[in-house]
């Protein structure tokens, strides 16, 4: 009898029963850890091709960077050119402004009775007859002194012309005769160029009186509503930045405050200093020479170079070498003063700057945009060397702006102030 065929004893066998063929290549799960590791890490671990080397893709960034930062300057450059008409007054009465409007704040506040107003017209029209008063003294000075310094110069021409002739030069008198006649010649010849360039001077002194009014506009309506002018421009700065950059900005003209104060006093000692020294010395026009070098000090170290040119070949002129070589030596006298005692005083740590922060900025200034650059420079990098700081400062990060009075010229730098100052509320 045949056996029974049951179904049950034929269920298949389970995959985990399952035993492999020895020709099976598939790897088991134990043996994964011998395969190479292709993971998108160690992919992107490997070099490339066409990989990029790290220095050259750092100078490449450097490079488009400082690229695009030039023409930024580029057209800041060229949009203050061809705005410089209305932009140097502009400057020019910001830093006037920040010479009177303390004063103007301080007379209103201190004189109840006193209006904004009023203290703002006292304030500007003295500062007129102050600048007035020292140009035509200057003037006249220079008018009346001018006859002497005319026959001295003649003087001192006949006594040249003598050295050419009996020197090592050694020229006769129809040589110096013909050198004579070839500088006439050349001057009639310049003759169209000449009175160009006189229309030009009259061009510029209109252009000059009208950028002067300009200038004055600008002074007496920064002096009188300076604070509600700045919280206009801060509209123009996102809401989230705004807290930051108006502190910035507090500080900023308020070292311009300080360097406008500290200047001025260290110009007015110099020129008094140079002054009763070019007196004493004999040099004549000490008056307007004086008023040369106290505008001379505007400019750090390149107005005092070219204002102590200027007396020294006048005392050459006037009394000879020794006159010029005792002038010399005054003038090193009064710039070791103001460098090693008067800056140290009046401007201090809290506008202190490297000579070198200073010689670069003029030297720039002059090649943009002559004297007027020269002479706006360095209170430009005052300021934008205080803003930036203030920005960079952790310190500031939670200053509440209205407790910075821009008017104090120890708002600019509060690390080196002493004492430190008070943390007033904030206004509603």
Not at 73 to 86: D, E, K, Q
């Amino acid at each position: 009898m045949a056996a029974r065929h049951d179904d049950t004893d034929a269920t298949p066998a389970r995959p985990d029963d399952a035993s492999p063929r020895p020709d099976d290549a598939s790897p088991r799960p134990e043996d994964a850890s011998t395969l190479p590791d292709r993971s998108p890490q160690r992919d992107a671990d490997l070099p490339g091709p066409w990989t990029v080397p790290h220095g050259l893709d750092v100078a490449a960034g450097l490079a488009w960077r400082l690229l695009l930062i030039a023409a930024a300057a580029s057209v800041v450059i060229y949009l203050a050119g061809t705005f410089s008409v209305v932009l140097i007054p502009v400057v020019l009465a910001l830093i006037a402004a920040s010479l009177l409007a303390p004063e103007a704040h301080l007379m209103s506040n201190r004189v109840r009775w006193m209006p904004h107003t009023l203290a703002t017209a006292i304030v500007v029209i003295g500062g007129l007859a102050v600048v007035g008063g020292v140009f035509t003294g200057v003037v006249f000075a220079f008018i009346s002194g001018l006859p002497e310094l005319t026959s001295q110069l003649t003087n001192s021409l006949s006594e040249i012309q003598n050295w050419v002739r009996t020197g090592p030069v050694g020229l006769n008198n129809q040589q110096f005769t013909a050198i004579g006649d070839q500088v006439l010649t050349s001057v009639q010849q310049s003759q169209a160029t000449i009175a160009t360039s006189a229309l030009g001077a009259v061009s510029t002194v209109g252009e000059l009186f009208t950028e002067g009014l300009l200038a004055l506009f600008t002074v007496i309506f920064l002096v009188h509503d300076g604070g509600m002018i700045w919280r206009f421009l801060l509209q123009a700065v996102p809401r989230r930045a705004r807290p930051r950059a108006d502190l910035a900005g507090r500080r900023a003209f308020a070292s311009l405050v300080g360097y406008t104060r500290a200047i001025v006093v260290v110009a007015f000692i110099d020129a008094v200093t140079a002054g009763l020294g070019l007196w004493a010395i004999g040099v004549p026009l000490a008056v307007p020479l004086a008023a040369l070098i106290f505008f001379g000090a505007f400019v750090p170290t390149v107005g005092a170079v070219v204002s102590g040119a200027v007396a020294a070949l006048v005392a050459l002129v006037s009394g000879g070498v020794t006159d010029m070589l005792l002038v010399i030596a005054l003038l090193l006298a009064v710039q070791n003063l103001e460098g090693y005692v008067l800056q140290p005083l009046f401007l201090g740590k809290s506008i202190k700057l490297h000579p070198l922060a200073v010689v670069l900025p003029i030297a720039c200034g002059l090649v943009v945009a002559g004297i007027p650059g020269a002479l706006l420079a360095v209170p430009l990098v005052t300021v934008i060397d205080t803003g930036v700081r203030s920005l960079t400062r952790r310190a500031d990060a939670g200053v509440d702006p209205a407790s910075v009075n821009p008017l104090d010229p120890r708002s600019a730098r509060p690390e080196f102030a002493d004492p430190p100052l008070p943390m007033a509320p904030a206004d509603d």
